[in-house]
């Protein structure tokens, strides 16, 4: 018997470089991406969720536009966020967008709500970070409601409230797939189950199956609060190249840049060859190497976690749109086919 598990990509549409080392323009990066989600439609990739960042490093602001630009092009690939940051946003107009997005592409619209490790949307559109949990539990409460898809009457205190209102466009086959998105707090792993809502952990460091303890709350409290089971998801970084060799060379430079980056805003040391060749080992969080290597990494974890779904997210700074492509060519044709084997 086979264990059925959807393989997807992840990105958040980092700004790449040209063959010289010179950064793309924002806008040819967002072309690149929607010729990415062509290509993983094309070679059997089951999801892909584009991320959203409000900072010079990334060029995905609007998910849901270069999503709604896959679409077009696309006929099977399931299409969503990874991951949009609700705290920061309307859940009426989030809400509003996915279902769109639903009805452009046929049904096959999700979202992956969470608080966000960056900040920068905060201040952007006026909320104050000290109501950093308040906003999220208030909107993801509305949120909830709203995939109800019948009259909602909500009252709270970060927005404005609502009186048997309906929000339009309806999701045609409801309720709208919505996960929650995780780094690793128990409180959070709660909150998704109360919602009755899919988990979807954010594993960038460390064993993946030190998150197994997560897993089991998450189905503990599923279980006490009389919801039905539900699926759970990994997503992780990566690079798929044809050797593992290749792909550690290819990552090395742009991974540690990027992490060194963001390392120096939160006070991180800079990451070493030796962190980075570790976390790229067989029980690190990095999914980088050869098919083979990947792939059973994959299947290693999934058998851990129990996942219904691994997201690898394959966009790491300034990596290239040629190496991004091929990653992706064999993500589709080599390492699904074989972690599909693999839990056989």
Not at 39 to 62: K, N, P, Y
Not at 181 to 209: D, T
Not at 218 to 233: K, M
């Amino acid at each position: 018997m086979t264990r059925q598990i959807e393989l997807g990509l992840d990105t958040f549409g980092d700004v790449t470089a040209d063959a010289d080392g010179t950064p793309l323009s924002h806008a040819r990066v967002l072309r690149n991406l929607v010729e990415q989600g062509v290509l993983a439609d094309e070679v059997g990739v089951d999801f892909i969720g584009i991320g959203e960042h409000h900072r010079e490093d990334f060029a995905v602001s609007a998910p849901e536009v270069v999503l709604a630009a896959i679409a077009s092009r696309t006929s099977r690939i399931r299409l969503g966020s990874a991951v949009t940051v609700l705290s920061s946003d309307d859940p009426i107009r989030v809400y509003q967008r996915f279902a769109t997005l639903d009805g452009i592409s046929g049904g096959r619209a999700e979202v992956i709500l969470g608080r966000g490790s960056f900040t920068e949307s905060f201040p952007l559109f006026g909320f104050d970070l000290s109501q950093y949990e308040q906003l999220f539990e208030e909107k993801l409460d509305l949120f909830a409601a709203l995939r109800e898809q019948g009259a909602v009457t909500w009252a709270g205190s970060t927005r404005a409230p609502l009186t048997d209102q309906r929000v339009f466009p309806p999701v045609e086959h409801a309720p709208l797939t919505t996960w929650i998105g995780v780094g690793g707090s128990p409180e959070s792993v709660v909150r998704a189950a109360r919602y009755g809502m899919p988990l979807m952990l954010a594993i960038i460091g460390g064993q993946p199956l030190r998150f197994s303890p997560l897993v089991a709350l998450y189905h503990r409290a599923l279980e006490q609060l009389e919801q039905p089971d539900q699926p759970v998801g990994e997503h992780s970084p990566g690079h798929i190249a044809e050797t593992d060799d290749q792909a550690r060379e290819e990552l090395w430079p742009h991974y540690s840049t990027m992490v060194d980056r963001i390392g120096r805003e939160r006070g991180w040391s800079p990451m070493s060859r030796a962190q980075f060749d570790e976390a790229a080992g067989p029980e690190g969080a990095l999914f980088v190497g050869s098919p083979e290597t990947v792939a059973a990494k994959i299947a290693h974890a999934a058998s851990g976690l129990g996942l219904s779904r691994f997201d690898l997210k394959y966009s790491n700074g300034a990596l290239g749109h040629d190496k991004l492509m091929k990653s992706i060519e064999l993500y589709g044709t080599r390492v699904i086919p074989r972690v599909r084997e693999l839990l056989a």
